[in-house]
Structure formats: C-alpha cells, structure tokens
C-alpha cells in the first residue's frame, strides 16, 4: 500500500459554528480566529493505492459556482486538487476511485466539474468509480433546510447521471486494507475509512472529529444533525482508537495534521502530534 495526504486548499468559516455551544472564551484558546471570528480550516485528501486501486478520498469545494461564492468561503494556499494530485504523479485519468466521506459541498465539490463542451456537468475523474454511502445519497438527493446550502444540485445530480457511482450499503472492507463505518449525527452515512498500513492503523474521520480541538466530546460542530448521536460515535470511535493505538488524520485543522491518543483525568485528548509524512 501506498498512502499520501495533501491539502488542497485553506478555507475560512465562522468559529463558532465549528465549535457549537462551546463559549469563544474556550476554543479562542486553542483555535486561532480573526477580527471576524472566522477561523482558518485545510481541505485535506487522502491517496491511498492499493490492489489495483489509485483512491482519492474527498475532493474539496471544486470551482463550479460563482465568484461570491468563493469569495465567501475565501480559499488560499493549499495545493490545489489536481495540482496536489500531479506533486504526487497522479493525472486525473489515473484515479481509479473517488472517496467521498460525504456529499457536502467542502467534502464533494471537485468530484463534479463544468463540461469541456460547454453546457453540463462531468465527473472530474473520467476512469473513477464514486463511492458514497446509499444513506448519505438518499438524505443528499431528498434534501433538507438544514443542509440546503451544502447540498448544490451541481455537486449532487451529475454524479447520479454519471452512471459511475457505487452506493455503499454497509460497513465493510472496501478495498484491500481499507474499510470503511458509518455515522449518523453529522449527516446521516457519513463514512469514515480505517486504513491498515503495514503496523499502523490510520482513521480519517473526516467530519466526526475535524480538528484536534474537536475530541472532548462536547466540542462539536453547530452543523451535526444529531448532536447526540455525534457525541455517542466519537466516544466510540476514540475509545477503539486509544485501545488499539490508531493514528488520527484531521481533514480540517489548520494546524495539526495527525496525532495519537491519550487517557487523561479530562478523558481521551490527544497524546503526540505528528506530520503525516512522519508515519509513512
Ligand atoms: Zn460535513
């Protein structure tokens, strides 16, 4: 197996919708914001090979909507996706599946691109199955008021019309070494790879614990559907990682890329914190 990480780009968004009821006074501490309050998150993708396999897991926000649109989200530094791809000896064509943890808009934009030909849409990665939870494609397609905004029907429709999406039933070893759980309280069929790689086992849960700042278990995003069910699969999800020493990879913090578990008289927090280049 062959395993790389890469941020595709910086984003900014509201801290306190990232840190739900927690007070300012608190996640201020540990998570630097701006004179708007807004914080700095990364877009990181994983690719993983495997088998015959070359996965891209997630794709970031893509360049389909409009200049106020980006403006809003502000993206800056990062590698870009297929640039990010490329450093790495990756075109396009070479991606045999893409990822998706879920399908809002951060996670699944850059799967869908404009259609060269003028009008439409097409999969950004013509020779790649998409991979999403048949729970997370449904709850995407009926919609909600909630998720609206993270739900563009340019992201969501063109996949379906792609004829290349695998719907994924249930919790299982996707490919060779990497499989895959469900959660239900950021939106419903989130998935979250566990990867083996050699000794060390590697999870990216993605929106479950975006940042290092998002372990205790109150400390969770204002957008969860289901704050309670996200505290119940954290808490299972850490304890499974601290007992059998996984290594976490955060998808959204600024700051740490990776880290270890600890017990203490708080609860599970982070022990060591590491670059990812520094376990491959
Ligand atoms: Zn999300």
Redo the contacts with the bound molecule.
């Keep these: 197996m062959k395993i790389d990480l890469f941020n595709i780009a910086n984003f900014k968004i509201d801290g306190g919708a990232m840190f739900g009821v927690v007070p300012k006074a608190l996640w201020s501490r540990v998570y630097r914001s701006d004179e708007n309050n807004l914080i700095d998150l990364t877009l990181r993708s994983l690719i993983v090979e495997t088998g015959k396999h070359k996965i891209l897991a997630d794709t970031g926000w893509g360049d389909k909507q409009d200049e106020k649109f980006f403006r809003h989200v502000n993206l800056h530094g990062g590698e870009g996706l297929l640039q990010g791809l490329k450093n790495r000896g990756y075109e396009p064509e070479d991606i045999t599946d893409v990822f998706l943890t879920?399908l809002?808009a951060d996670?699944c934009g850059g799967a869908i691109v404009k259609s060269k030909t003028g009008t439409g849409y097409e999969p950004a990665f013509r020779n790649a199955t998409y991979h999403v939870s048949r729970t997370q494609w449904e709850w995407a397609l009926k919609n909600n008021i909630r998720e609206a905004d993270?739900y563009p029907e340019e992201n969501i429709l063109p996949l379906g019309d792609s004829g290349r999406l695998n719907l994924i039933d249930e919790e299982n070893e996707l490919f060779p070494g990497f499989s895959v759980i469900f959660c239900y309280g950021?939106?419903p069929g989130l998935m979250i790879p566990i990867i083996k790689y050699g000794e060390k086992t590697i999870v990216y849960p993605g929106?479950l614990i975006p940042t290092v700042a998002h372990i205790p278990l109150i400390w969770n995003m204002s957008?969860d559907i289901e704050s309670l069910k996200t505290i119940d699969e954290k808490e299972k999800l850490l304890k499974e990682s601290l007992d059998n020493n996984y290594i976490l990879v955060f998808q959204h913090d600024e700051n740490v890329e990776c880290c270890t578990l600890g017990l203490t008289p708080k609860g599970i927090r982070a022990k060591d914190k590491f670059l990812f280049s520094e376990i491959v």
């Design positions: 879920h809002h996670h993270s950021h939106t929106d957008y």
